[in-house]
């Protein structure tokens, strides 16, 4: 190769000869295999730090994986080196090549584990690298605390100072680092720290897949302590006991960071303190995603095409109903329409949608008057977070049906239930049926964690009082809890024993058309019964026997939402203003 240098300059017909000689250096370079080298410099950083940790995180094929990066990486170096052409331009081409197989070993790890149901929606890798180097900053900062297991960011991203270890400070630090640590543990999406009413004492009890886990009590001059920590975390002002006061603030364990909404509340036993875990996380999801059965997500398609009239959403609370009205509404175009809201506490902001937001205890307008002068302005969308009252649904009801679309949510347990409520609310059966298009009613259920949940053979009875036939189900599933780790049952590491992670919605869709309205106008509801049995969609109960043959859930979770609405959810008095999360 040496002879080229040379023979370049002998040649004398090259205008710029030192240019030449640099070139013919060039080909020979050392630098040249290291150059090959420097790529898998960064790829195998994000291979093991980041693919690695992840597939061991989510317990996905770690070791097929690793196998896998290797052979990718190998193939990608033997195709830089087996370019068999000797000009200049083949190593480079060879160098593209190679980074572009490296960067597809990547790409394709996370297309694959994005789907995997294993990995939660908010685990799901993206490319948004200031997160990643905001997590190492994180890091960093809590290993100087030291003594800290959490990194506690203000509103403001200002850091919560660790306090000294010998102070009193510290000490309410640790409980209410423990308090978190556990909600965390526990995957629960809310948080609330309240008095029992009784003793002078205090709870904290969780929400975890939409059920609530009442804790031990505590001496209320302990938990006052924790409750302040949080408040000043929160900047909030803690001398101020009564006013509800609301901040959102971070907190950052080992690689995971979550948003938290605190609010404070003064009840008459004392102060009590909701935190709900990634607010916006948990009411987002893709329509798919929601757990429609496919003929109900067409009914859906349909009743959003359509943008006309009122559809009825109704559930119980903490059903996933917000999350239900914020993916509908996001079905509906907010850059060529004018899509608004009306909430009482928006819990996610929707891109290009207008969320007026209602303060029971700000000086305005009623309910109903904000509501009747959005819809003056002629929205293409209104969705209506909680009907509140009569006058409200008078408002709606009244809404120009063939310009607007209203999405009218109520508190209630099937579809049947919910438009006999809305007739009631509007107070006028012929005012109520007119506007009427469609009626979207449901519940969460859990999902069993697929890690280990069991399979049994359901006996024929069982099956009967369900009625599911006995001859075309053979297997059901219920909760595990446990695995076999070398042979002996351990806690099942994904659930973390309780059997169930997740939650999925269970519908009833129906569009509502001339012949229906007839009959909710006449308040013939056995007629109307009757006529969505013939379209032959699911009802909730159906749906949720439909995700138990299929083995999302269990029949013990299939009897516990639809027999006893009470307990489906977390049920709490209809005049307090919401606050805890949508659990779905
Ligand atoms: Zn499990």
């Known amino acids: 190769m040496l002879i080229l240098v040379p023979d370049a300059l002998l040649s004398g017909n090259l205008p710029l000869p030192a240019l030449t000689l640099a070139e013919g250096f060039f080909l020979v370079s050392p630098w040249k295999p290291v150059l090959l080298l420097i790529p898998f410099v960064p790829w195998a950083m994000i291979v093991s730090r980041v693919l690695d940790k ?22 990608a170096f033997i195709v830089a080196i087996s370019i068999p052409v000797k000009e200049e331009w083949a190593f480079w081409l060879g160098l593209v090549l190679m980074i572009l197989i490296l960067v597809g070993d990547i790409v394709v790890f996370a297309m694959v584990t994005n789907k995997d149901e294993r990995v939660p929606e908010a685990h799901q890798l993206t490319l948004d690298f200031s997160r990643w180097t905001e997590a190492r900053a994180a890091k960093a900062a809590a290993k100087k605390a030291g003594t800290v297991q959490l990194v506690i960011k203000s509103p403001d991203k200002s850091l919560v100072p660790a ?30 720290l309240a008095p029992t009413g009784k003793d002078n004492t205090y709870t904290i009890s969780m929400l975890v897949d939409g059920v609530r886990q009442p804790g031990a009590a505590m001496p209320a001059s302990e938990a006052l302590k924790i409750l302040n920590f949080w408040k000043a975390a929160g900047k909030l002002d803690v001398a101020d006991q009564r006013k509800k006061q609301q901040a959102d603030i971070g907190v950052e364990r080992d690689d995971s960071r979550k948003k938290i909404r605190m609010t404070t509340i003064g009840t008459q036993a004392g102060p009590r303190l909701v935190m709900l875990i990634d607010p916006e996380a948990q009411v987002k999801r893709k329509p798919d995603h ?27 609370p903490d059903s996933g109903r917000t999350t239900t009205m914020y993916t509908v509404v996001k079905m509906h175009d907010a850059y060529t329409k004018n899509v608004q809201t009306v909430e009482l506490e928006p819990q996610d902001s929707l891109e290009g949608v207008r969320q007026n937001k209602w303060d029971a205890q700000a000086e305005g307008p009623e309910f109903s008057t904000l509501v009747r002068s959005i819809i003056r302005r002629d929205p293409d969308v209104v969705a209506v977070a909680e009907v509140p009252d009569a006058a409200t649904a008078k408002e709606l009801a009244k809404a120009e049906s063939d310009r607007t ?11 049947l239930q919910a438009l006999q409520m809305w007739v ?52 059901l599933f219920k909760k595990g809890g446990q695995v076999l780790i070398k042979n002996k049952p351990e806690v099942c590491p994904v659930c973390g024993g309780g059997g169930y992670i997740g939650q999925e919605g269970v519908f009833e869709v129906f569009s509502i058309g001339e012949g229906e309205r007839a009959m909710v106008k006449s308040g013939d ?4 019964r009757g006529e969505f049995r013939k379209k032959t969609l699911p009802t909730i109960q159906q749906s949720a026997l439909r995700k138990a043959v299929d083995g999302v859930t269990s029949l013990e979770e299939v009897l516990r939402i639809t027999a006893d609405p009470a307990k489906a959810g977390d049920s709490k008095p209809a005049s307090e203003p919401k606050t805890s999360g949508a659990g779905a």
């Not at 069993?448 to 075309?472: S, W």
């Open 405 to 415: 679309r209203v999405y009218a949510s109520l508190r209630a347990d099937n579809a």
């Open 424 to 475: 009631k609310l509007v107070g006028d059966a012929d005012q109520a049926s007119k506007c009427l298009h469609g009626v979207v009613a449901q519940k969460v259920l859990r999902k069993l964690c697929t890690n280990c949940r069991v399979a049994y053979q359901p006996g024929a009875e069982m099956l009967k009082k369900m009625g599911l036939p006995g001859d075309k189900v053979k297997q």
């Open 54 to 75: 992840h597939a061991a995180r989510f317990f996905l094929a770690r070791e097929a994986w690793n196998v896998g990066h290797l052979c990718v990486g190998l193939l």
């Open 525 to 528: 509801w056995n007629a109307l």
């Open 290 to 316: 929601l757990g429609l059965l496919e003929p109900q997500m067409k009914e859906l398609q349909t009743l959003v095409t359509d943008g006309q009239g009122v559809v009825v959403l109704a559930g119980a």
């Open 163 to 192: 306090p000294d270890g010998a102070t009193p400070e510290f000490e309410v630090r640790v409980a209410a680092e423990q308090m978190m640590c556990k909600t965390l543990d526990a995957r629960a999406s809310e948080v609330v």
